[in-house]
Each structure stands twice: as C-alpha cells, then as structure tokens.
C-alpha cells in the first residue's frame, strides 16, 4: 500500500463514519444516529454505550440523562454540558463527581449547589421545588 493510497482510504472511512446513520451495536435506541452500543435511548446523536437517554449528544457511558451534550458517565442528568462522573445535575457545565446540583459551573466533588453556592440537602429540594416546578 502507498502512501497515497493510505490517505484515500483514511479519507473514505472517515466521509463513511462522519455520515454514518446507523447504529452499530444498539439496542431498542429509537431516532438515533450515529450511536454505538447505546440501549433504550431516544433522539440521540454521536453517543456511546448510553442506556435509556433522550435527545443527548456526544454522550458516553451515561443513564436516564436528558438533552445532555459532550457528558461522560452520567446519570439522571438534564440540560448540562460537559460533566463528568456526576448525577441529578440540572442545567450544568463543566462539573465533575457532583451531585445534585443545578446551574453550576466548574464544580468538582460537590453535592447540593444551587449556582456554585452549597445548601443543606433539605434547602436544596425546597429551593428546586420552587425553581423548577
């Protein structure tokens, strides 16, 4: 193989992955496109082994999150960008291993923040409650 050849066909494979509509290796994964390994998710883009998620993209390792973008081994997460290790984030970017957090930014380690500031488990669900219902 030349060198020439090489770069043709690197260049063919990445065209094929780029326009890729299939879903290799999912499982019950509805409107999606692009998954790979996903399971019972819906209206995803770009995700891997992802299990019951809707409307994420480029999400990997992550359950139950909703409209998630670029999350990594994420649960119950909705509307958050970039997070990593974390669960029940709403409306959150760049966080890592936290929990229960809604409109942080860049936090790492941290449970019951509400925009970067910490509350008592039992201030954080009676300010949610009032936020977001």
Do not use: P, W
Request: overall charge neutral.
């Amino acid at each position: 193989m030349t060198r020439t050849e090489f770069q043709a066909e690197l260049q063919r494979l990445r065209r094929e992955a780029g326009v890729t509509e299939t879903n290799a290796g999912s499982f019950r994964s509805d409107d999606c496109r692009g998954c790979l390994r996903c399971m019972f998710c819906s209206g995803c883009t770009n995700c891997y082994r992802c299990t019951h998620c809707t409307g994420c993209e480029a999400t990997t390792g992550s359950s139950h999150c909703l409209r998630c973008t670029g999350c990594h081994d994420c649960s119950h997460c909705r509307d958050s960008q970039g997070c990593t290790g974390s669960a029940y984030l709403v409306h959150c970017a760049s966080c890592s291993d936290c929990t229960y957090c809604t409109g942080c930014v860049g936090l790492a380690h941290k449970e019951f923040h509400i925009l970067n500031q910490a509350y008592s488990r039992t201030e954080y669900f009676a300010l949610i409650k009032t936020l977001l219902e």
